[in-house]
C-alpha cells in the first residue's frame, strides 16, 4: 500500500518558519520527481515546489521563490519543504504528490500519488 504523509503544519505568525515533511511508505519515489501543492479555502490548488529524482533540479511558483526550498532525502524516502518569512497568504493545507515523471512538472495531472494534506496557517 503506497501512502504518502505529510506533517509539519501548524499555526504561525507572519514572519515565522515551518519545515514540512513528506514521508513515503509502500514503495520508494527515488527515481520520481515530487513536488508540493497547496490549496487555500475558496481556491483552487497551485503548485508550490517541486524536485527532480535526485534533488538536483527544483522549481517553485513566484510567490515562494526566495521563501520556500524543497529538498529531499532519497535514503529517507522523504522530501522537505522549508518555509521561511511566512505570509497570510500562505495559509492553505499542503500536500505532497509524487511524480510519473523524473523531473517536477506544475501540473497536477504528472503527480499519481498525493497525500492527505497538513493545514498551514499564518496570522498576520
Known amino acids: 500500500h503506497v501512502q504518502l504523509a505529510e506533517s509539519g503544519g501548524g499555526l504561525v505568525q507572519a514572519g515565522d518558519s515551518l519545515r514540512l515533511s513528506c514521508s513515503a511508505s509502500?514503495?520508494?519515489?527515488?527515481?520520481?520527481?515530487m513536488g508540493w501543492f497547496r490549496q487555500a479555502p475558496g481556491k483552487e490548488r497551485e503548485f508550490v515546489a517541486g524536485?527532480?529524482?535526485?534533488?538536483?533540479?527544483?522549481i517553485y511558483i513566484d510567490s515562494v521563490k526566495g521563501r520556500f526550498t524543497v529538498t529531499r532525502d532519497n535514503a529517507k524516502n522523504t522530501m522537505y519543504l522549508q518555509m521561511n518569512s511566512l505570509e497570510s497568504e500562505d495559509t492553505a493545507t499542503y500536500s505532497c504528490a509524487a511524480s510519473i515523471r523524473s523531473y517536477p512538472s506544475r501540473r497536477s495531472e504528472d503527480y499519481r500519488y498525493w497525500g492527505q494534506g497538513t493545514q498551514v496557517t499564518v496570522s498576520s
Open positions: 524536485i527532480s529524482w535526485r534533488g538536483e533540479n527544483t
Open positions: 509502500g514503495r520508494t519515489f527515488s527515481n520520481n520527481a
